[in-house]
């Protein structure tokens, strides 16, 4: 089925460094060098139609008009925890973006989303949005992520991750179709313990070295 809302970067240095981020054997410094650097060619990639305005300045040789992107308006949105480890390299890239927090669990019991914390820049309406988090597992944080940012109303969302399952593809463009998704990759599946298979394990984990 062809899915316009769904980006997988393919770029090979992408993909290689997936790979290493995806070894068992990589320690969490690495992961987090890689995890940087890879957050910034997927920054690259999603910041695509970053629109440009032309403004004057001085070379040293002449005056002359030349674009700047308005990044001011752009808000990277990371769910916590592990989508702060993107949010670091993309602002490197992009470092006049706003930044916004959200804190969301899955209830044990009712296996519903529960937000712990919310808290966004001013002026939402105003804004793009880029709602990061490194794995796409159920879909089911995500979704709610982007449905109490759509109660903003922002003036677009994009949905970037590193992994994404079919099944939180299938999710996401189901509740949300137009929030086009930016990826390195659709793997497998999930397994029974809400793991993206093969994947690279607990990516929040893997970040701070927590287990
Ligand atoms: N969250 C993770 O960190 N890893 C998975 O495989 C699924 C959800």
């Known amino acids: 089925m062809k899915q316009p809302h769904l980006t997988i970067v393919k770029h090979p240095l992408v993909q290689h460094k997936l790979t290493l981020m995806r070894m068992e054997q990589t320690?969490?410094?690495?992961?987090?060098?890689?995890?940087?650097?890879?957050?910034?060619?997927?920054?690259?990639?999603?910041?695509r139609d970053?629109?440009?305005?032309?403004?004057?300045?001085?070379?040293?040789?002449?005056?002359?008009?030349?674009p700047v992107a308005e990044a001011k308006k752009l808000t990277l949105v990371s769910i916590l925890r592990a989508g702060n480890g993107i949010l670091d390299g993309m602002l490197e890239l992009i470092p006049s973006a706003r930044v916004g927090h959200i804190?969301?669990?899955?209830?044990?019991?009712?296996?519903?989303?529960?937000?712990?914390?919310?808290?966004?820049?001013?002026?939402?309406?105003?804004?793009?949005?880029?709602?990061?988090?490194p794995m796409l597992a159920t879909g089911n944080s995500a979704a709610a992520a982007i449905a109490r940012i759509k109660d903003l109303k922002p003036l677009s969302i994009k949905f970037v991750?590193?992994?994404?399952?079919?099944?939180?593809?299938?999710?996401?463009?189901?509740?949300?179709?137009?929030?086009?998704?930016?990826?390195?990759?659709?793997?497998?599946?999930?397994?029974e313990h809400g793991y993206?298979?093969?994947?690279?394990?607990?990516?929040?984990?893997?970040i701070y070295g927590t287990k």
């Open 27 to 47: 320690p969490s410094s690495e992961f987090r060098r890689l995890l940087r650097e890879l957050s910034m060619l997927l920054a690259y990639e999603v910041t």
């Open 161 to 191: 991750c590193l992994i994404a399952s079919p099944e939180g593809v299938d999710l996401l463009r189901d509740e949300h179709p137009d929030v086009p998704v930016f990826t390195a990759s659709v793997d497998e599946k999930l397994n």
């Open 196 to 206: 993206i298979v093969p994947g690279l394990g607990d990516a929040g984990d893997r």
């Open 103 to 133: 804190g969301i669990y899955r209830d044990p019991q009712t296996l519903t989303p529960v937000e712990y914390y919310f808290k966004m820049p001013p002026d939402m309406g105003q804004r793009d949005v880029i709602i990061v988090d």
């Open 50 to 66: 970053l629109p440009l305005t032309q403004i004057e300045i001085q070379t040293p040789v002449t005056k002359t008009t030349a």
